[in-house]
């Protein structure tokens, strides 16, 4: 059977499969009590993580500042093969993760997990460095390159090149559940995040009775209003314009984006920070002492004290890699196009991603709504802490919006509009970036001639998200991306030996600064 006729099998049984089995299997590795205490997606990432982390020797924190340099472009050859220099390299892979991750997924970790989710999501991102550094690095020693020159490259073709033709059946797996994955994970919620987020901004200025933001049943368990299929159709054409141009494109408009939309972020939440400095030292110290004692619901919770602090784990971990993808498989698709005969280099030069994406925005995130007091909105509060608490329950970017509208009152009183502005950058970057990713796995699976379809369907997903259920999205969403972890954490373990080779050979060459 050819690569395309088995790409379509494939293909087909894994979408049956996932429509009418995956969140309830996938559910089954995510929660707990499942086959073991510790759900087995824990395991899985956190266990190959440690094991990539201990092998290659802290790659993390030994090769930290030689990342710096790759990416400040001192070795940067115009001359290498690749599409993409360090930069747009690392900036396309950080716009797919830089996303509503940063901004809603942390706040809803947060809002059932409560604070000591936060440190879940920094272990992942400190272990998932590692498997960032693996990850990419295999990917550009094994990737290929197109009729038209274009790089081709991710765990489809290191599992192929790298374990050998007898594997491709789980490359081919691999590849299947990426595509469904980009319309999930990187489209869909991305696009019913935002859409819910200029939803309220126009709710807020005209009033839920408007014609624009009256919500007509559809079904009995679905409504939709005039607003957001607006929303839709806005996200999706803008989306469509940058998709259409490839990833050159994709790379060019990537690389001012995600500097500038993270550069906002930063300076108002510093701001907020700044602002209540005091509460800083006790934001910490909820985060730590919640990640190991998290307190029982109201009443006892049935299980111990031991499933409460599974909860707030899980929450973290599934939300951190959510957040920077470490171990997901979805960079590697992107820093494969890194213009470079070194592998090496653009592992070293991914491996700074989840240290900027969680350690740095997602810490800014939760510190921000734990400094300003609004995580007293969120489940985990209500249950746990304050029963009689009287406030609305907010989660997702809501809850984000608040913290800022509430952080930058005595500066100006629409700190919440840095969120929409936050979330409306944050998304189309993100969505734009896995399009990318859905691209490549598509022409591995059934050829370069069905990209121009992908692109189709990809771009209505756009405009399906921003009208859908954010429950309905987030569980396939987290289905797809557990799934499309698996096969790629296989090959991160089977190459290791290889890997170590190269990081060997690697650092026994002398670094001459390019000119």
Known sequence: MSKKNGGILFFGIIALFLYAFGVKFFEAIW?????????LMVIALLGTGIFTTFYLGFPQIKY????????????DNPDEAGDLNHFQALTTALSATVGIGNIAGVATAMYYGGPGALFWMWVTA??????????????????????????????????????????????????????ICSFATGNAIQS????????????????????????????????LSIQQ????????????????????????????????????YFIAALFILLANINEVPASFGKILSMAFNPPAAVGGVAGGTLLVIMNTML????????????GQGSAPIAHSTAKTEYPVREGVVALLEPFIDTIIICTLTGLTILVTGTWHHTEFYLTRIDPSFAGEMLNGSLLTSLAFKNGLSWLFPFGDKIITLGVLLFAISTVI???????RATEYLFGDTAIPIYRSFYILFVFIGAIASLEAIWAFGDAALGFMTFPNLISIILLSGVLKKMTKEYFELEHKVYK
């Open 64 to 75: 930290f500042k030689h990342g710096i340099r790759v990416t400040r472009g001192l070795y």
């Open 229 to 264: 299929v607006i929303n839709g159709i806005f996200i999706a054409s803008i989306a469509g314009l940058v998709i259409i141009g490839g990833i050159k494109r994709i790379g060019n408009v990537t690389s001012y984006l995600a500097p500038f939309m993270a550069a906002i």
């Open 126 to 179: 400190f272990f998932g460095s590692a498997l960032k550094y693996a990850e990419c690095t295999l990917a550009v020693e094994f990737r290929d390159f197109d009729k038209h020159g274009m790089t081709a490259g991710g765990p489809m073709y290191t599992i192929e090149k790298g374990l050998g033709i007898k594997w491709r059946w789980l490359a081919i797996i691999f590849a299947c559940f990426a595509v």
């Open 315 to 326: 929450w973290g971990v599934k939300r951190g890699l959510y957040s920077n993808e470490a």
């Open 433 to 439: 970036s896995w399009s990318f990713y859905g691209d």
């Open 31 to 39: 929660s707990f009590p499942s086959f073991s205490l510790v759900p």
């Open 192 to 223: 019913f995040t935002l859409s819910d987020q200029l939803y309220s901004e126009v709710s807020q200025i005209v009033g839920n009775d408007h014609f624009l933001t009256t919500k007509h049943a559809i079904t009995e368990s679905y409504n």
